[in-house]
């Protein structure tokens, strides 16, 4: 499975695509910034799974997840969020789409069962 980052944090984005790449037949295929890099790097590399960010500067996850379900009705995006203040947002997130929500911080144990179950 083809796994895209999201997130404006090198340090979480690093973190996660260890996870991803520790787990049998997953691989992280890039990483984005933000939002609007997030959507280019969709449709370039059409991955299987997003790991998206909701609180990103230019362009924020759910704005990108809106972009990404008009270029892909079945896209599956996991949101990657920090539980406080964000709350009503991750709600938003699975409303419009998202798959599943991973809080920050997360645990190695956590992503891959939420990637396996996708």
Do not use: W
């Not at 973190?15 to 910034?33: C, R, S, Y």
């Not at 998202?98 to 891959?112: D, G, M, T, W």
């Amino acid at each position: 499975m083809r796994v895209l980052l999201v997130d404006d944090s090198k340090t979480t984005a690093k973190q996660l695509g260890q996870i991803v790449n520790d787990i049998p037949n997953f691989e992280v295929v890039d990483i984005a910034t933000n939002g609007a890099e997030a959507l280019k790097l969709y449709k370039q590399h059409a991955p299987d799974i997003v790991c998206m960010d909701i609180v990103m500067p230019v362009m924020n996850g759910l704005q990108a997840l809106r972009g990404m379900l008009v270029q892909d009705p079945d896209a599956k995006v996991v949101v990657i969020s920090s539980v406080g203040g964000v709350g009503g947002k991750v709600v938003e997130a699975l409303k419009l789409g998202a798959k599943s929500v991973i809080s920050k911080p997360f645990e190695a144990e956590q992503i891959r069962e939420v990637l396996e179950a996708l």
